[in-house]
C-alpha cells in the first residue's frame, strides 16, 4: 500500500505479487507514473531503497512483499481524496470484486495537480468507500486511466486480489481495449499498426510526441467510414500499449488528428467539437476471482453521436465496414 513521506517528496510501498520478479527501474515508473529514464535517474542518484538497501542497478528484481522507498520527486497527488457524491458517472457493470465505469467526458480520473476534488475516484469513494487503500492511497481502485476528453468503459478494483489482476493482465497486454475516433483525412490503406516511441515533448512538456528516447507503443486501426465532405474518417482504434494520449499522438503523427483535439492538430474548421473524438468503447479483461472472460460495450455519448449524425451517410468505399 502505497504511503507519502511526511515532506511530501516521494512514496513507500510493499511490492505487491503483480510485480513479483520485475526490474526495480520498471516497477519505479509504473509506481510512481514516471518515464523509465526519470526512474533510472532516480536510481543512479541513490533516492530508491528496497529495506534499508539503497539500490543503484536498474536491472535489479524485486519481490513481492518488498519495502520501496523513492525520494527526490512528488506522485501526482499530495493527499488522500475523499467522498463526493455530487460526482455523477454511468456503471456497466458492478460485482464484489471489479466495477467497470462508463466515464463521461470532462471527469478526471483521479486527483492530480490542478484537480484535488471532483474526480471519478472521489465519486466511486461515495459510493464505494470500501474501494480506499485498494491499490494506492492517492488513486484507489485505479488501474488504468482516460484523458479528460475522453469517454467510456473503464475498469475499477474493489479488491487488492483484483487490483493485483488487473495490473498484472495489463503488464501482459491481456486486456482487450478498443476505441472510437474520428480523424481528420482518408486514409490509403484500411487497415495498419502505428509502432512508435511515445514520450513527453521535447518542445513543450505538457505535450507528449512520437520521440526515439520515448516508451514503445503500438496502435491498430481499423477504417470503419470515411466521408469526403469535410474529410474525416471513422477509425476503430486498439491498443497493444497503454501510453499517455498514445492514440492521439500516433494518429497525429500519422497525418491523421482526431477531430476537436486542438493539443495535436484536429481544431479545424468545418467540423467543431469542444474534445477530441474519442471514445473507449469496448473493454475485455479475465475476472479476477472466476478467470471469466468478461467484456463490456460503451455506446457512444450524445455528443459525439450528433457529430456522426450531421456528418449524413459516409462515402461508398472498400474501406468501409
Same mark, same amino acid.
Given at each position: 500500500m502505497v504511503g507519502l513521506m511526511s515532506d511530501g517528496v516521494g512514496f513507500r510501498e510493499l511490492i505487491p505479487p503483480a510485480l513479483d520478479g520485475e526490474r526495480i527501474d520498471r516497477v519505479v515508473s509504473l509506481l510512481a507514473d514516471v518515464s523509465r529514464n526519470r526512474a533510472a535517474a532516480a536510481l543512479a542518484a541513490g533516492r530508491v531503497s528496497v529495506g534499508d538497501e539503497v539500490?543503484?542497478?536498474?536491472?535489479?528484481?524485486?519481490?513481492?512483499?518488498?519495502?520501496?522507498?523513492?525520494?527526490?520527486?512528488?506522485?501526482?497527488?499530495?493527499?488522500?481524496?475523499?467522498?463526493?457524491?455530487?460526482?455523477?458517472?454511468?456503471?456497466?457493470?458492478?460485482?464484489?470484486?471489479?466495477?467497470?465505469?462508463?466515464?463521461?467526458? @470532462?471527469?478526471? +480520473?483521479?486527483?492530480?495537480?490542478?484537480?484535488?476534488?471532483?474526480? %471519478? #475516484?472521489?465519486?466511486? &469513494?461515495?459510493?464505494?468507500?470500501?474501494?480506499?487503500?485498494?491499490g494506492s492511497a492517492a488513486r484507489p481502485g485505479i488501474v488504468h486511466r482516460l484523458d479528460l476528453g475522453t469517454s467510456g468503459a473503464l475498469a475499477v478494483a474493489r479488491t487488492q486480489k483484483a487490483y493485483d489482476s488487473l495490473v498484472a493482465q495489463l503488464a501482459e497486454r491481456s486486456v482487450g481495449r478498443r476505441y472510437r475516433a474520428l480523424t481528420w483525412g482518408c486514409f490509403e490503406a484500411p487497415k495498419g499498426v502505428v509502432?512508435?516511441?511515445?514520450?513527453?515533448?521535447?518542445?513543450?512538456?505538457?505535450?507528449?510526441?512520437?520521440?526515439?528516447?520515448?516508451?514503445?507503443?503500438?496502435? @491498430?486501426?481499423? +477504417?470503419?467510414?470515411?466521408?469526403?465532405?469535410?474529410?474525416?474518417? %471513422? #477509425?476503430?482504434?486498439? &491498443?497493444?500499449?497503454?501510453?499517455?494520449?498514445?492514440?492521439?499522438?500516433?494518429?497525429?503523427?500519422?497525418g491523421h488528428p482526431l477531430v476537436g483535439d486542438g493539443t495535436y492538430g484536429g481544431e479545424r474548421s468545418g467540423l467543431v467539437l469542444d474534445r477530441p473524438f474519442l471514445h473507449a468503447a469496448h473493454l475485455a479483461f479475465d475476472h479476477p476471482v472466476t478467470g471469466e472472460r468478461l467484456e463490456f460495450e460503451s455506446p457512444l455519448p450524445d455528443d459525439l453521436r450528433e457529430i456522426l449524425d450531421r456528418l449524413g451517410e459516409p462515402e461508398p468505399s472498400d474501406q468501409s465496414a
Open positions: 539500490v543503484y542497478q536498474r536491472s535489479r528484481r524485486v519481490h513481492e512483499g518488498d519495502h520501496l522507498m523513492v525520494t527526490g520527486f512528488e506522485r501526482e497527488t499530495e493527499h488522500v481524496p475523499g467522498p463526493e457524491a455530487s460526482v455523477r458517472f454511468g456503471v456497466l457493470y458492478a460485482d464484489d470484486d471489479v466495477l467497470v465505469v462508463d466515464k463521461p467526458s @470532462g471527469l478526471v +480520473v483521479h486527483p492530480g495537480a490542478g484537480n484535488q476534488t471532483g474526480t %471519478l #475516484v472521489n465519486g466511486l &469513494l461515495a459510493l464505494h468507500p470500501e474501494i480506499a487503500g485498494v509502432d512508435a516511441p511515445v514520450g513527453r515533448s521535447p518542445k513543450d512538456r505538457t505535450r507528449m510526441a512520437v520521440v526515439g528516447s520515448g516508451r514503445p507503443a503500438r496502435t @491498430g486501426y481499423e +477504417v470503419s467510414a470515411s466521408w469526403a465532405t469535410p474529410e474525416v474518417s %471513422l #477509425v476503430t482504434c486498439t &491498443l497493444e500499449t497503454g501510453r499517455t494520449h498514445q492514440i492521439r499522438v500516433h494518429l497525429s503523427a500519422i
